[in-house]
């Protein structure tokens, strides 16, 4: 019998992200702190939205790009956070999630052979997107020396004449990291240099705690070279409502909505309804959310500091990343101990990268009771490390 599998996929490797996660699920008095997924239910004013439209028997497909109503939404939306202004019409597509987005500007984008580079540690759809749409892709190791920004130098030096795309995955998950306007401009120079493109996944955006989020679609000449991914999952908590979108140039906008066209129709109708309230009226729900994870954030800082457990400051989405690299262990064989001798699931940094070696991925997309509890697990833990490896660190 003929081989029925595509060897591109095949060669895929799964998520290391829900590894551990389906592993705790089935450990009793278990914690998880593995998933970005925010704790809090959808603000209720959205949750009615979309149940009216339900009622009102709003069902159907809406045209492929989105609805009318939601890009208009959307080009406000993001006229006033990043001050860049879009053409409902024509430069934006409404998908189902950042994800989809990513694909289809990927798809859209790129010939056999072309290279995109990907900063890593970094969200794990990237490279498998860039091999599916027959991309190379180039990995750029981030540095915790630089707190995971990337920079000019470590862009100029992995540029090819292959060279058509750049991921800029900030805020970023899994390290927190964030790029301030000051960082985004010497990335810019670099960019028009070489003529590049920028797929800029901006999920995170609504997430920071030091200064306000900046697009490097912003920045001079980058908004026709930039392509914007957002949504609503992780500012918004409708994480399974499955919606995001793309603000871009027509020329790109146009190609993806033919993928998404054929491969999808449109995203939810009653989950665009419900995005529309969450643009117009949420900004106060998304507020309180932010000042709650930051209080978890300065917690886990905090927490951090007292164990001297090496770990830079983010500022920006729902996760720390902590170095473990004086316990000997690889993040795999830490976070495989840590979840069966303390029940609490963590991600190995590898997850997100092979730089991504000797750190672990925590997100604090949780209770704050919760986080005292799996502190305090860690704590226990690392300080039998510490006591096997003889060192005292609680003075």
Known sequence: MRNPLSKKVVEIEPSGIRKFFDVVNEMEDAISLGVGEPDFDTPWRIREEGIYSLERGRTFYTSNAGLKELKEEIAKYESRKIGVSYNPNTEIIVTVGGSEGIDIALRAMLEPGDEVLIPQPSYVSYLPCTVLADGVPVVIPLQQKNEFKLTAEELEAAITPKTKILVMPFPNNPTGAIMTREDLEPIAKVIEKHDLFVLSDEIYSELTYQCSHTSIASLPGMRERTLVINGFSKGF????????????????????????????????????????????????????????????RRFLVHEFKRMKLECFEPYGAFYIFPNIQEFGMTSEEFATRFLEEEKVAVVPGTAFGACGEGFLRISYAYSLEDLKEAIGRLGAFIGRLRNQQGVRWND
């Open 237 to 296: 908590a409708m994480t399974g409502w499955r919606l995001g979108y793309v603000c871009g140039p027509k020329l790109i906008i146009e190609q993806m909505v033919k993928i998404h066209q054929y491969a999808i129709m449109c995203a939810p109708t009653n989950s665009q309804y419900a995005a529309v309230e969450a643009l117009r009226n949420c900004d106060g729900e998304v507020q309180q959310m932010r000042e709650a994870y930051n209080q978890r």
